[in-house]
Nanobody, 124 residues
């Protein structure tokens, strides 16, 4: 099992950048695919991006293509989400999630472990 803790959220102006971190505890973190999701008030949880165990593949939703980049450093047990050109519509609580078995990386039900979330607010 792994425990996940997000950090790096905060308030930024539109057009700015922010890097989120997902720190994992556990001896087998490198065996887990990790995804980022976000949820804005009144909206359903939305897939953002995911990365395979060794970074061999990355899948990003259309909303983040060209702006968001996921990466991982297994030696540090950390996954990152670099967000550039932020827009007010990116405002949400961002969650990282992990799974040791994956059928559909964009589906929240594919993930077994979730962090507590970190708030990202983008002002106009």
């Amino acid at each position: 099992q792994v425990q996940l803790v997000e950090s790096g959220g905060g308030l930024v102006q539109a057009g700015g950048s922010l890097r989120l971190s997902c720190a994992a505890s556990g001896r087998t973190f490198s065996n887990y695919t990790v995804g980022w999701f976000r949820q804005a008030p009144g909206k359903e949880r939305e897939f953002v991006t995911a990365i395979s165990t060794n970074g061999g593949w990355i899948y990003t939703a259309d909303s983040g293509k060209g702006r968001f980049t996921i990466s991982r450093d297994n030696a540090k047990n950390t996954v990152y989400l670099q967000m550039n050109s932020l827009k007010p519509e990116d405002t949400a609580v961002y969650y990282c999630a992990a799974t040791g078995k994956l059928l559909r990386p964009s589906y929240s039900g594919s993930y077994d472990y979730w962090g507590q979330g970190t708030q990202v607010t983008v002002s106009s």
